[in-house]
């Protein structure tokens, strides 16, 4: 008999609890980011496509779906270390060789030579370019990713990719390299 | 907030964390009054040297300016003007070395005085109390009135607060080794630093004005004591000579007890701190009208024969600074902006003086031993017990050598003042604050990134939605109508498609053959009104229109070319582009007819077949006589697909072979003709190929055509996949034969 009672205690109290779990799974749900989302935000957003995909959220697709952390360029080697640390995978050096630590770069069209085919603007993934048919293009390089894939397009490769001009908000003292002094 | 009031009147002072002792060196200095520097032969004036915008230029290269004279205008928010320090010419508008350790050029004015320093007409105010806050404000803004120590904040912001100040702190510590600019001014212009205070008091209205100097300024607390007895909302108070109780969340703490939240501004807690130095610009500003153009510099440092403060217009060349106070450089001869603890070095002294600069340090090696390596920390802790913003510089350094940015947020980098306390006392000589700095910019630039990103990806976002929109729309244009739809007002966009394309000048036989053709297309789509079709017949008609512009312009350019009338040889070639023409409008018609309406197949692809026959035959007829082609087109005509794809392909070669072959006729005909024009020979091989090209075009579709229509085919059932075959070889042997007949044309 005492065994009957313990087991319809022990039983009780197990629906209760899970009621109130049960109930707290409801209530209290917390809505996690989507792993493909916070891939997104660690990728560069440049949309250039150098990974293969069409675009940063495919790619972030893609590695949501198993694909090698390593095939972003733009990102360098900043964007592989947090993206193995999300997938808690290995960090690994970039695909291909690239640079760790690319030069952000932005589109210079030489205007005088521009012919206005509006080939660069359709190339264009986040429309920085603008111009008309037969009009000077030219480039909104606060809006410029530098993704390189209006340079291709270009029929009379106008298009140059320079490196970003440093100001006195972006300028860093160079901490490591070594003093060069003079001797007399 | 009564007691807290009561203890600051009794002089308490509440001393913040940390702080260093570094030895003062400002005896070297304060000694001697203020002197006047001779003019500089040049002026070198940044557009911008506060934080915030550039004005906008409102003065052009050549241009004469006075003293006092605006340079630029303001234009966006925190923008701040510049104006011209003396009388003289502006020599150039350009890029110049900037007071910044990098130098990073920086758009400046460069005006050659001409001695005169004659002032502009000033606008002095003698009761500035009768003017209204934004009179006062207006007054601040327009004279260039930006922060004197050190940041360079617009203080037209600062005067014009939306917040409630309750305490409105005046600094006069000078804390920092070697500087006694702010010093200097007291001791003489206390009177004036008074009158702008009352200034602020009228802007701000704060319930108490405090007053911080340091205690090894005894001459300029007794001269600001004496100027401010009339006003017992002013207290003046002896701060400890503390490194660096100057910094402004340190003056806060020292003389009120508030912190400045991490992150906040002093205005969130009611308080607002200036420095005295842009006190006594306000009291110019306002009593003389006289706009922010010179400023107290204290040039000091052992190479320096003369030490001692002077005024200086903004813009005079660092090297000019120098020079006059007596300059016997060392060997690798440093030359440093601001103080030992806070400024940096100089890559040039080729360098304005801005309106932040207050001291000029030229030490030899001995006063400020250049630092050495840098070693491993030794976790002495020294740097934490130093530092007054109660960080953990240690931790930081760390986490900075690291790049890890989320850690250093984590510990309040941002909180850090960047004075310089840890890497001054660190025994390792770990140059701490540098890492701290490059951290700071690293993140910063981080977060711009963020943000660009985001920018980045909405923009793609976009792109994409209107891509896609663009696509449907496209889709939506070619999309089925339902029948019922169609009828009437469709009918009658037929119709009057017709009409524009016959009431078209009628110039060749081929346009009419080709509107037939379309008439009779169009006749039969309209007889099947249940079927569903796509609707781009009106499209077609304005494509063969166009395409019919476009040949008549070709024409007349040829004609105008060669001047001279359309003779047989251009004719020929006209009509045989044409005929390419002809045939592949069509083909297209038939190929469309044939895939739409599987029923009509055979019917179009026949009436597709006449027309192209006919138009060859009208060809023909404007070229030369070639009737036996006439008569094989005409046997073709009897319908049935296979034969009318094999006819058409021979009716191709025969047509080929006719344009070369009348050219050959020409040439023996008209010797003349051909030995006067080569080029003449030339266009018709280039018509010739490209009639060629077409006719390839025009056979593939055609073929295509005649497979889909294979099973409907009852008369030709024995071998129909071989007449294809057959077709195609015919082709290919007439283009060939085409090609050795232009050969011989030519070589002839």
Redesign the interface.
Known sequence: MTLFYALIALGSLALIFGLILGFAAVRFRVQSNPIVEQI?TI?????CGQCGYP???PYAEAIANGDEINKCPPGGDATVKKLADLMGVDAKPLAGGEQAEPIKTVAYIREDECIGCTKCIQAC????IVGATRQMHTVLI??C?GCDLCVEPCPVDCIDMLPVE????????Q?DAIPV??I? | MEKLIAQIKQGKVWPFPGGIHPPGQKTISNTQAITRLPLPGKLVVPLKQHIGANGQLIVDKGQQVLKGQALTKPIANWSVPVHAPTSGIINDICQMP?A???A?PELSVIIEPDGQDQWCELAPVTTPSQLSHEQLIDIIHDRGIAGMGGAGFPTYIKADSRKAIEYFIVNAVECEPYITADDVLMREHAADIIAGIEIMQQLLTPTLTIVGIEDNKPEAIAAMQAAAEHNDKIIIQTVPTIYPSGGEKQLIKLLTNKEVPSGGIPADIGVLVQNVGTLFAVHQAVYEGKPLIERVITVTGNTIHKPGNVWALLGTEIKHLLDCQGFSPV??QRVVMGGPMMGFTLPTVRIGVVKTTNCILAPDHDELAEPGPEKACIRCSACADACPASLLPQQLQWFAKSKEYDKLKEHNLFDCIECGACAYVCPSEI?LV??Y??AK??I??QQA?QV??????E??E??KQRLEREQEARQNRHKRKPAAEKSADEKQKIADALARVKNKPAKGDEKSAVAAAIARAKAKKQNQDTELEPDNSDVALERAARKEQARKYKEQKAASNTAADPDDKKSAVAAAIARAKAKKAAASESDNESTSAPADDKKAAVAAAIARAKAKKAAQAVSVENDNSESEVATASPADNKKAAVAAAIARAKAKKAAPAVSVENDDAESEITTASPADDKKAAVAAAIARAKAKKAAKAEQAASVENDNSESEVTTASPADNKKAAVAAAIARAKAKKLQQEGSDQ
Do not use: I, N
């Open positions: 997104d990728l560069p957003q440049t949309q675009g940063c959220r993934p986040v429309d920085a606060d809006e990713t440093t100001t006195k908000q972006t300028w860093k003292w901490l002094t003079q007399d | 900037s910044h350790p990098s990073l060997p690798q140059p540098q890492y700095r490059v910019v690293e910063k630039e990134e660009k990103a985001e920018r980045a990806k923009r793609f976009l792109r």
